[in-house]
């Protein structure tokens, strides 16, 4: 048990101090909060992982994951980070959100809309 702690603190510690490709680190320790049922931690996690280049299949796969009380604590924080995606996939969330002024505005950069 000593060396599972050990393990999650230097695992903790490259987060806090990481970067580049976190996505093995990441999985890592959210599967271990999962298990020890610290769900909050767990999803901050899994959200961390899916804004890092989102698409709009882990768009997708995250809010299956969260509980509608859940979703609502994450969907401003999700849609916040779509100006960092690429186009393709800020029009695909948009669209599968049914968001469709606003996946046309996204597409053309506002040309044309009043």
Not at 6 to 22: F, H, I, Q, T
Not at 50 to 56: G, M
């Amino acid at each position: 048990m000593g060396e599972k702690q050990k393990a999650m603190d230097v695992a903790e510690e490259g987060l806090r101090l990481g970067s580049g490709r976190m996505d093995e680190l990441r999985q890592f320790v959210a599967k271990q909060a999962k298990s020890a049922g610290n769900r909050e931690r767990y999803l901050a996690l899994q959200f961390d992982q899916t804004i890092d280049h989102l698409t709009c299949d882990k768009y997708r796969a995250f809010r299956k994951l969260c509980t509608a009380a859940e979703w609502k604590r994450y969907e401003a924080k999700m849609l916040a980070q779509l100006e960092n995606t690429w186009g393709t996939e800020q029009l695909r969330i948009r669209m599968h959100r049914k968001e469709y002024k606003e996946a046309v505005a996204d597409a053309t950069g506002g040309v044309g809309q009043n």
